[in-house]
């Protein structure tokens, strides 16, 4: 089982790469775990914010396998505590598939065509953070998970 954190563009603030590459290390013991920067679009001073999803959804759907369980990352998704959340990990884990993507789309959001692609959505908080931010925020979380169900004492109820 893999597990990706698909984005779009890099992640351009020292201290939140600094973060997320902690985390995706403490992953490593746990889980294969990538993350998968996609090219932010072109010209995007010159184009609609339609236009703008239309072009991160194509990119996002060319990495996208067929055998993929895709999780978006989005405002209107279903929240989680975190033990609610290591519960749904291992959900997925047990489910056979052999990836599960959780992506993070561009500042407006998704195209109709990955959110019909979606099989789930996932919300981190109904406040509003940088992606760069919920990158990090989401590389701690599935941390937290692994460490949740490995009954290691990271995370304190």
Do not use: C
């Amino acid at each position: 089982m893999k597990f990706t954190l698909m984005v779009v563009g890099k992640t351009a603030t020292g201290y939140l790469k600094q973060g997320i590459d902690e985390y995706v290390s403490r992953l490593s013991h746990y889980v294969s775990f990538d993350i998968q920067h996609l090219n932010d679009a072109k010209n995007t001073k010159k184009l609609t914010e339609a236009q703008q999803k239309q072009a991160e959804g194509a990119s996002i759907m060319q990495h996208i396998d067929v055998s993929d369980y895709v999780v978006l990352l989005d405002e209107h998704g279903k929240e989680y505590s975190s033990v609610e959340f290591s519960i749904y990990v291992q959900k997925r884990m047990a489910s056979g598939v052999k990836r599960v993507v959780f992506v993070v789309g561009g500042p407006y959001g998704f195209s109709p065509e990955v959110y019909g692609r979606a099989n789930d959505k996932l919300s981190l908080s109904k406040m509003t953070f940088s992606h760069e931010m919920i990158r990090l925020f989401f590389t701690e979380q599935l941390y937290r998970a692994f460490t949740i169900l490995n009954h290691e004492p990271y995370h304190h109820e």
